[in-house]
């Protein structure tokens, strides 16, 4: 503890407190310019990689219909690997389309982050649930590995990243298929 008065060392608190209220709306400003920045790289995506229309339902007397529009999740993703700004990485997307971005901590986003986002894509884009949550079905290993193929991935780095995300219980392998697994939602 400091020997200087005690109006000296409140002195030297406000106007520490005075610097962090500065750093912290420039710390702000600078978080929103990024969080814009990356909702137009999103936006581009999605424009690239589109929506898919569905018809859900019509009436009975047929004057009445109902659509759905669905995001195809690992075609976004696998967009929004090329339209991110480097250090950046899709880690979730979500049933409702909300989705998270995160920094990598590094000014180039490791290609092996890259795939593990457009696989796990691809597995979420391909299980089925039911009312409760509970999953009816789920992709084949071969499916999944050939729609990694069709967004742009090599087939046997795709088949050695999901290696990865069995081993770090993203997803669980097995008689063929591909589960989510406990940390599916977490990487």
Do not use: C
């Amino acid at each position: 503890m400091s020997d200087d008065p005690l109006h000296e060392r409140m002195a030297r608190y406000e106007q520490l407190a005075r610097e962090a209220r500065e750093r912290a709306s420039e710390r702000d400003a600078v978080g929103d310019e990024v969080g814009d920045r990356l909702a137009d790289a999103i936006a581009e995506a999605v424009d690239e990689a589109g929506v898919s229309i569905g018809a859900v339902d019509r009436s009975r007397d047929g004057h009445h219909y109902r659509f759905t529009a669905r995001l195809d999740r690992a075609a976004l993703v696998a967009a929004l690997t090329d339209a991110l700004p480097a250090g950046f990485v899709v880690s979730h997307v979500n049933d409702d389309g909300s989705l998270s971005i995160e920094w990598t901590g590094s000014d180039r986003t490791p290609s092996k982050r890259e795939h593990g986002a457009v696989l796990k894509a691809i597995v979420a884009e391909a299980t089925e649930t039911d009312a409760d949550g509970l999953i009816e079905s789920v992709p084949s290993r071969t499916a999944v590995l050939d729609r990694a193929e069709q967004l742009g991935i090599d087939r046997e780095d795709a088949a050695d990243r999901l290696s990865r995300l069995a081993t770090l219980d993203v997803v669980d392998i097995a008689d063929g298929r591909v589960y989510p697994d406990t940390n599916f939602s977490r990487y």
